[in-house]
């Protein structure tokens, strides 16, 4: 079954799109956690980090300069968080790879 991501990276679903190409599709998150949240998502189906391979090293490079532009774009480059969540233990709720990038008020700790 498809993912609400492959769905959104298919054109089957809405999304506030930000930035978009041949290999990344990034979309403001439908339950903002901070001022700024963006995730960046691959379109490559992989269900987390831990399923990526050295076959994925250049699109995972890709992804952090995305994500920096966009923290450009969207006026927090001075302080933002870019994080993923691996796993259910950790919070994954979307089994495709994806980056949350967010910004735009003070963070509080992790975890
Ligand atoms: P995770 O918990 O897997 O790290 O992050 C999944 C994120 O996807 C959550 O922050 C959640 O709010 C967001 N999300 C879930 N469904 C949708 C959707 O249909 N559209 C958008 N834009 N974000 C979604």
């Known amino acids: 079954m498809k993912t609400i991501f492959q769905k959104i990276i298919d054109n089957e679903?809405?999304?506030?799109?930000v930035f978009e190409n041949d290999?990344?599709?990034a979309f403001k998150d439908i339950a903002p956690q901070a001022p700024v949240h963006i995730l960046i998502v691959p379109k490559k189906a992989i269900a987390n980090i831990s399923q990526a391979t050295s076959e994925d090293k250049e699109l995972l490079g890709e992804i952090l300069l995305v994500a920096s532009d966009l923290a450009k774009k969207f006026g927090i480059e001075s302080g933002f968080r870019l994080l993923t969540?691996?796993?259910?233990?950790?919070?994954?709720?979307?089994?495709?790879?994806?980056?949350?990038?967010?910004?735009?008020?003070?963070l509080g700790p992790l975890g």
């Open 13 to 17: 679903l809405p999304c506030d799109k």
């Open 85 to 106: 969540n691996n796993g259910e233990t950790a919070g994954q709720t979307v089994f495709h790879l994806h980056f949350h990038l967010l910004g735009g008020k003070r």
């Open 23 to 25: 290999r990344i599709i």
